[in-house]
Protein backbone atom coordinates (compact mmCIF):
# COMPACT_ATOMS: atom_id res chain seq x y z
CA UNK A 1 0.00 0.00 0.00
CA UNK A 2 1.26 3.44 -1.28
CA UNK A 3 1.26 5.54 1.90
CA UNK A 4 3.72 8.38 0.83
CA UNK A 5 4.81 10.45 -2.17
CA UNK A 6 7.95 13.07 -1.57
CA UNK A 7 8.06 15.58 -4.40
CA UNK A 8 11.89 17.24 -5.19
CA UNK A 9 11.30 20.66 -6.97
CA UNK A 10 14.79 21.32 -8.67
CA UNK A 11 15.45 24.94 -8.65
CA UNK A 12 18.75 25.55 -7.88
CA UNK A 13 19.94 26.06 -12.06
CA UNK A 14 22.73 28.67 -13.15
CA UNK A 15 21.55 32.23 -14.65
CA UNK A 16 22.31 31.10 -18.02
CA UNK A 17 20.59 32.36 -20.88
CA UNK A 18 18.53 34.41 -19.33
CA UNK A 19 20.53 36.59 -17.21
CA UNK A 20 18.84 35.14 -14.02
CA UNK A 21 17.48 31.87 -12.43
CA UNK A 22 14.66 31.16 -14.55
CA UNK A 23 12.95 30.24 -11.18
CA UNK A 24 12.99 33.28 -9.75
CA UNK A 25 11.45 35.07 -12.19
CA UNK A 26 8.38 37.55 -12.43
CA UNK A 27 5.10 35.68 -14.14
CA UNK A 28 2.34 37.50 -13.84
CA UNK A 29 1.58 37.66 -9.85
CA UNK A 30 4.66 35.55 -8.53
CA UNK A 31 7.85 33.98 -9.33
CA UNK A 32 8.13 31.05 -11.26
CA UNK A 33 9.10 28.81 -8.62
CA UNK A 34 6.25 30.27 -6.28
CA UNK A 35 3.65 28.97 -8.63
CA UNK A 36 5.40 25.59 -9.12
CA UNK A 37 5.27 25.26 -5.60
CA UNK A 38 1.52 25.99 -4.60
CA UNK A 39 0.95 23.48 -7.01
CA UNK A 40 3.00 20.96 -5.39
CA UNK A 41 1.56 21.61 -1.49
CA UNK A 42 -2.04 22.03 -3.30
CA UNK A 43 -1.55 17.95 -4.00
CA UNK A 44 -1.39 14.94 -2.27
CA UNK A 45 2.32 14.88 -2.20
CA UNK A 46 3.27 14.62 1.56
CA UNK A 47 6.12 16.54 1.35
CA UNK A 48 8.01 18.94 -0.93
CA UNK A 49 12.10 19.63 -0.79
CA UNK A 50 12.91 22.51 -2.67
CA UNK A 51 16.69 22.61 -4.14
CA UNK A 52 18.06 25.71 -4.48
CA UNK A 53 21.67 27.15 -4.76
CA UNK A 54 20.99 30.16 -3.16
CA UNK A 55 18.65 30.43 -0.11
CA UNK A 56 18.72 34.30 0.69
CA UNK A 57 17.74 35.16 -3.06
CA UNK A 58 15.12 32.19 -2.56
CA UNK A 59 13.45 34.01 0.26
CA UNK A 60 13.32 37.38 -1.44
CA UNK A 61 11.09 35.76 -4.24
CA UNK A 62 9.32 32.97 -2.16
CA UNK A 63 6.31 34.03 0.37
CA UNK A 64 5.23 30.37 1.15
CA UNK A 65 5.43 28.90 4.46
CA UNK A 66 4.15 25.50 5.08
CA UNK A 67 5.56 23.05 6.98
CA UNK A 68 5.57 20.46 4.12
CA UNK A 69 7.87 22.69 1.95
CA UNK A 70 11.54 21.78 3.10
CA UNK A 71 14.59 23.77 1.38
CA UNK A 72 17.67 22.34 0.54
CA UNK A 73 20.78 24.03 -0.25
CA UNK A 74 23.04 23.03 -2.53
CA UNK A 75 26.21 24.37 -2.63
CA UNK A 76 28.28 25.63 -5.64
CA UNK A 77 27.12 25.53 -8.69
CA UNK A 78 28.60 22.96 -10.43
CA UNK A 79 28.08 18.96 -10.10
CA UNK A 80 26.53 18.25 -13.21
CA UNK A 81 22.71 18.49 -13.84
CA UNK A 82 21.89 15.40 -11.83
CA UNK A 83 23.14 17.03 -8.44
CA UNK A 84 20.34 18.34 -7.98
CA UNK A 85 18.48 15.47 -8.46
CA UNK A 86 20.52 13.18 -6.19
CA UNK A 87 20.97 15.57 -3.18
CA UNK A 88 16.95 16.15 -3.17
CA UNK A 89 16.21 12.10 -3.10
CA UNK A 90 18.78 11.86 -0.19
CA UNK A 91 16.83 14.30 1.34
CA UNK A 92 13.18 13.02 1.25
CA UNK A 93 11.63 11.03 4.06
CA UNK A 94 13.51 7.48 3.63
CA UNK A 95 10.18 6.11 4.05
CA UNK A 96 8.63 7.28 0.91
CA UNK A 97 6.88 5.06 -1.73
CA UNK A 98 8.00 7.17 -4.13
CA UNK A 99 9.21 10.50 -5.38
CA UNK A 100 7.90 13.24 -8.25
CA UNK A 101 10.97 15.64 -9.47
CA UNK A 102 9.53 18.72 -10.74
CA UNK A 103 11.51 21.42 -13.15
CA UNK A 104 11.64 24.45 -10.91
CA UNK A 105 10.89 26.57 -14.03
CA UNK A 106 7.31 24.97 -15.10
CA UNK A 107 4.92 27.81 -13.67
CA UNK A 108 1.79 26.13 -14.87
CA UNK A 109 1.72 22.88 -13.30
CA UNK A 110 -1.26 22.52 -11.33
CA UNK A 111 -1.77 19.82 -8.72
CA UNK A 112 -4.80 18.11 -10.38
CA UNK A 113 -1.80 16.56 -12.60
CA UNK A 114 0.24 15.46 -10.04
CA UNK A 115 -2.70 13.69 -8.47
CA UNK A 116 -3.75 12.01 -11.24
CA UNK A 117 0.28 10.96 -11.28
CA UNK A 118 -0.03 9.98 -7.72
CA UNK A 119 -3.80 8.43 -8.26
CA UNK A 120 -2.61 5.92 -10.81
CA UNK A 121 0.86 5.49 -8.94
CA UNK A 122 -1.35 3.62 -5.96
CA UNK A 123 -3.36 1.83 -8.32
CA UNK A 124 -0.54 0.43 -10.34
CA UNK A 125 2.23 -1.31 -9.39
CA UNK A 126 4.55 0.33 -12.42
CA UNK A 127 7.75 1.95 -11.29
CA UNK A 128 7.25 5.36 -13.03
CA UNK A 129 4.45 7.33 -13.92
CA UNK A 130 4.44 10.36 -15.95
CA UNK A 131 1.83 12.62 -17.91
CA UNK A 132 1.75 12.44 -21.86
CA UNK A 133 0.63 15.11 -24.14
CA UNK A 134 -0.06 13.59 -27.85
CA UNK A 135 1.42 9.72 -27.08
CA UNK A 136 4.79 11.43 -25.55
CA UNK A 137 5.85 11.54 -22.32
CA UNK A 138 6.26 14.66 -20.78
CA UNK A 139 7.43 15.98 -17.10
CA UNK A 140 7.14 15.80 -14.02
CA UNK A 141 8.51 11.88 -13.50
CA UNK A 142 6.87 9.84 -10.62
CA UNK A 143 9.48 7.49 -9.26
CA UNK A 144 9.09 3.95 -7.58
CA UNK A 145 11.30 3.33 -4.62
CA UNK A 146 12.58 0.46 -5.97
CA UNK A 147 14.67 2.51 -8.32
CA UNK A 148 15.84 5.05 -6.22
CA UNK A 149 19.09 3.29 -6.26
CA UNK A 150 19.21 3.87 -10.06
CA UNK A 151 18.58 7.67 -9.41
CA UNK A 152 21.39 7.94 -7.39
CA UNK A 153 23.87 6.73 -10.20
CA UNK A 154 22.21 8.58 -13.19
CA UNK A 155 24.34 10.67 -15.75
CA UNK A 156 22.92 12.78 -18.74
CA UNK A 157 21.22 15.60 -19.00
CA UNK A 158 18.11 13.63 -19.92
CA UNK A 159 18.69 11.32 -16.69
CA UNK A 160 15.15 10.83 -15.21
CA UNK A 161 13.54 10.37 -19.19
CA UNK A 162 16.91 8.04 -20.01
CA UNK A 163 15.35 6.10 -17.20
CA UNK A 164 12.09 5.93 -18.20
CA UNK A 165 12.75 4.92 -21.79
CA UNK A 166 14.89 1.82 -20.28
CA UNK A 167 11.87 1.07 -17.86
CA UNK A 168 9.43 1.66 -20.74
CA UNK A 169 7.76 -1.88 -20.44
CA UNK A 170 6.70 -0.91 -16.24
CA UNK A 171 5.72 2.39 -16.66
CA UNK A 172 2.59 4.02 -17.24
CA UNK A 173 1.67 7.27 -18.32
CA UNK A 174 -1.35 9.23 -17.81
CA UNK A 175 -2.68 11.44 -20.98
CA UNK A 176 -3.50 15.07 -20.45
CA UNK A 177 -5.40 17.10 -22.88
CA UNK A 178 -3.75 20.30 -22.71
CA UNK A 179 0.41 21.00 -22.83
CA UNK A 180 0.70 23.55 -20.75
CA UNK A 181 1.12 22.01 -17.08
CA UNK A 182 4.60 20.78 -18.80
CA UNK A 183 5.74 23.91 -20.62
CA UNK A 184 8.72 25.63 -19.14
CA UNK A 185 10.82 28.69 -19.40
CA UNK A 186 13.93 27.75 -21.31
CA UNK A 187 14.52 31.57 -23.02
CA UNK A 188 13.19 34.60 -23.21
CA UNK A 189 10.80 33.57 -26.13
CA UNK A 190 9.35 31.23 -23.99
CA UNK A 191 9.14 33.61 -20.99
CA UNK A 192 7.28 36.47 -22.97
CA UNK A 193 4.86 34.54 -24.23
CA UNK A 194 3.72 32.78 -20.90
CA UNK A 195 3.79 36.37 -19.24
CA UNK A 196 1.02 37.29 -21.56
CA UNK A 197 -2.64 36.97 -19.92
CA UNK A 198 -4.28 33.97 -20.27
Known amino acids: MIEMVSAVVLAAGRAGNMGEQKALLPLRDNAVLQRVLE ?3 ASKV ?8 DLTTAGRHITIENE ?3 WLLKYGADG ?6 IAGLWAINPNSDGV ?3 AGDQPFIR ?6 LIQRFEKSRALIVAPSFQGQPRNPLLFRRELFPDLLKVTGDRSGHALLEKNRDQAELVPWSEEIPSVDVDVHADYARLKEPA
Open 39 to 41: GAL
Open 46 to 53: REVVCVVS
Open 68 to 70: RLI
Open 80 to 85: GPNSSM
Open 100 to 102: LFL
Open 111 to 116: SEVIDA
